[in-house]
């Protein structure tokens, strides 16, 4: 029987980007386990989401292989007795592949397939979802991450790549293999809006017609850099950009702006606090974990997305797909997505000035215009359609052994 092992740090990065690998490996013929830290305290899945995420594993037959927690690094314990537990798995089961991804994953997994590779011909596959080390990262990222990558790479089969910045620095390691895959891949007809939804959530929001809705969807943690956009709310609304009670004259014309937050995360309260602080609750509103993305995406306007670091966004990409103008941090992934001017614009994370700059050109753009840079993000996103990224996950799958 052929077997492969789909290996991740935690629970939600083998369901949310690898349910579809998993599919394409049991229609190739292979039994497959799966092997996470299911009990994560800093997943983005909500505990009734978890449930449901294992239930769905249980009924695609995966045997689900419980490992001790690879999020951080100097927990060697918890790092050790993860690679003891691997190691013991692949050894016993003598996987033909075994699929593993995330930095401190990658490796540790990486290690404890090597005495298998020998022995029993297990081929590995490392899909990087983004490198540590990057344009603009710090100095101790590339002298750690860089050559730690480097150096397991001898001990990788096929390295994947889903942005073209790590591409670049993949070829120069020693994997055997190197590819270049557009992603998880999005489905592009995910997100289809209820009749009315648009007139539907403003009422529920109280947000008149005349408003411009910001929207920004995805896990609340320091990353994802939420904070930027209200600091640029702050600032603009302190140089009377926005149409607000007690702004002053000086600039015009001035916007009736209304920036929405969809997602849950550790800095949910945090983000509350500070939105109260600095007097923004009246053009701020979270809405936590939303089942109704799709009529969220419909009642807005412009999809904000202000990271600090991705590999190649799946938020992004779905807000793209739904046909999303786009304003959205200039990092690795992102530019992959959004070419300044045409699906949106960009701006640099660490500078709000720049931030508000960006904001301005859109807000000062037609809505025609909008419409067409939306149109525009929709066909990029075709490249990045789930089918065509699985049909090139299948080939890889067939090719590797």
């Given at each position: 029987m052929r077997k492969a092992l789909m290996h991740a740090h935690t629970a939600y990065m083998v369901t949310q980007f690898n349910i579809d690998n998993i599919k394409i490996l049991q229609k190739l013929g292979y039994t497959v386990d799966v092997a996470c830290c299911w009990q994560d305290d800093d997943s983005a899945l909500s505990p009734e989401a978890m449930v449901k995420r294992r239930q769905l594993l249980d009924e695609l037959g995966c045997r689900v292989i419980e490992t001790a927690s690879l999020r951080k690094i100097f927990n060697l314990k918890e790092l050790l007795k993860a690679y003891r537990q691997l190691k013991h798995e692949v050894e016993t089961n003598q996987y033909e592949i075994v699929h593993t991804q995330s930095p401190i994953g990658g490796v540790i997994c990486r290690l404890a397939c090597r005495k298998a590779r020998k022995l029993y011909g297990t081929k590995v596959i490392y899909a990087a979802h983004g490198f540590h080390f990057f344009e603009g990262a710090p100095l101790k990222n590339w002298l750690i991450f860089y050559n730690v990558e480097k150096w397991c790479s001898r001990f990788t089969d096929l390295l994947i790549t889903i942005n073209q910045e790590d591409y670049a620095n993949a070829k120069k390691f020693k994997a055997k293999h190197i590819a270049y895959v557009p992603g998880a891949g999005v489905d592009t007809n995910k997100f289809v809006a209820s009749e009315g939804a648009r007139e539907k959530i403003r009422k529920?929001?109280?947000?008149?017609?005349?408003?411009?809705?910001?929207?920004?969807?995805?896990?609340?943690?320091?990353r994802k850099n939420h904070i930027e956009v209200l600091e640029?709310?702050?600032?603009?609304?302190e140089q009377g950009i926005l149409d607000t009670v007690g702004s002053d004259e000086r600039v015009s014309p001035k916007y009736k702006v209304k920036y929405l937050i969809a997602g849950r995360g550790k800095l949910g309260q945090e983000l509350q606090e500070k939105i109260?602080?600095?007097g923004l609750s009246a053009q701020v509103q979270m809405l936590g974990f939303r089942r109704d993305v799709a009529d969220v995406f419909a009642a807005s306007?412009?999809?904000?997305?202000?990271?600090?670091?991705?590999?190649?966004?799946?938020?992004?990409m779905e807000a793209m797909s739904?046909?999303?103008p786009v304003v959205c941090s200039k990092i690795r992934g992102n530019t992959d997505l959004i070419t300044e001017g045409e699906g949106g614009y960009l701006f640099d994370s660490k500078n709000t000035k720049t931030l508000v700059e960006a904001l301005q050109r859109m807000l000062a753009t037609t809505p025609a215009i909008r419409e067409s840079m939306g149109a525009h993000n929709v066909e990029v996103m075709q490249n990045f359609d789930k089918s065509h990224v699985n049909t090139v996950m299948e080939d890889i799958y067939r090719k590797i052994v």
């Open positions: 529920e929001l109280g947000i008149e017609a005349d408003t411009i809705v910001l929207l920004s969807v995805g896990e609340l943690i320091p640029a709310l702050k600032l603009m609304d109260n602080e600095m306007d412009i999809y904000v997305f202000p990271s600090h670091q991705e590999g190649l966004p799946v938020a992004l739904v046909g999303m």
